[in-house]
């Protein structure tokens, strides 16, 4: 229970938290703490993305119809799918992995986390190329439920778009933080090879 609570708390004070990124004060510590922070305002970004499509959805099944519902619909599971991925990743990432190991360790995990991050920016791209097909699609003629593709193929493009724009943000954001702590690394690396 403890748990789901912090989980509430989080979505609601993590979005407030600045980055404050370029505050330098013992080089592991600092990666440690900027990669955390990083990653938990990426996580909580897309917990709300997941909430909105969840809630529009659900308005959508009891009271729209045509193109709206089937795009609202679509979104809907998105936002399950989303919500379930980013509670687990929650759970796995503060929880688990990255508490544990040397600093060699955790450098590895930022490296692991970041070709995640650039192999969902190709993940993202596809969806949007998806979504344009289904669209695309739907203005054949005589097309059975013309409906249902353009709503699914418009719902498929939009969170393509948005993970795509995160995604690349967040890239950026883990590109930068093992750049400021490389120096550290080659000196640590330096001691190691002595």
Same mark, same amino acid.
């Given at each position: ?29 600092? !990666? /440690?703490?900027? %990669? ?11 917990? *709300?993305?997941?909430? @909105? $499509? ?10 729209? /119809? &045509?193109?709206?519902? =089937? !795009?609202?619909?679509? &979104?809907?599971?998105? &936002?399950?799918?989303? %919500? ?14 990255? $508490?544990?190991? $040397? +600093? %060699? ?14 192999? $969902? ?16 699609? +739907? %203005?054949? +003629? &005589? ?5 249902? *593709? ?20 967040? =890239? ?16 640590? @690396?330096?001691?190691?090879? +002595?």
């Amino acid at each position: 229970m403890n748990l789901k609570l912090h989980h509430a708390r989080f979505l609601f004070t993590e979005l407030q938290r600045p980055l404050n990124l370029h505050e330098p004060h013992d080089e592991l510590s600092d !990666f /440690d703490t900027r %990669f955390r922070l990083i990653l938990r305002k990426h996580l909580v970004v897309l917990c *709300w993305w997941s909430i @909105l $499509n969840i809630v529009g959805g659900v308005f959508a099944v009891c009271c729209l /119809d &045509g193109v709206y519902y =089937y !795009f609202w619909m679509m &979104g809907l599971v998105w &936002g399950l799918i989303n %919500f379930a991925i980013t509670m687990a990743i929650f759970n796995h990432t503060f929880y688990k992995k990255f $508490n544990r190991g $040397n +600093s %060699f360790e955790r450098f590895e995990a930022q490296r692991h986390v970041e070709k995640i991050m650039f192999l $969902n920016i190709g993940i993202d791209t596809a969806y949007i190329f998806a979504g344009l097909l289904l669209r695309e699609h +739907s %203005f054949v +003629s &005589g097309v059975a439920h013309a409906d249902l *593709w353009l709503g699914f193929g418009w719902s498929v493009i939009v969170q393509g778009v948005f993970l795509l724009i995160q995604d690349v943000q967040v =890239y950026r954001l883990h590109r930068r933080n093992f750049r400021k702590a490389q120096p550290f690394l080659e000196q640590l @690396l330096d001691k190691d090879g +002595s």
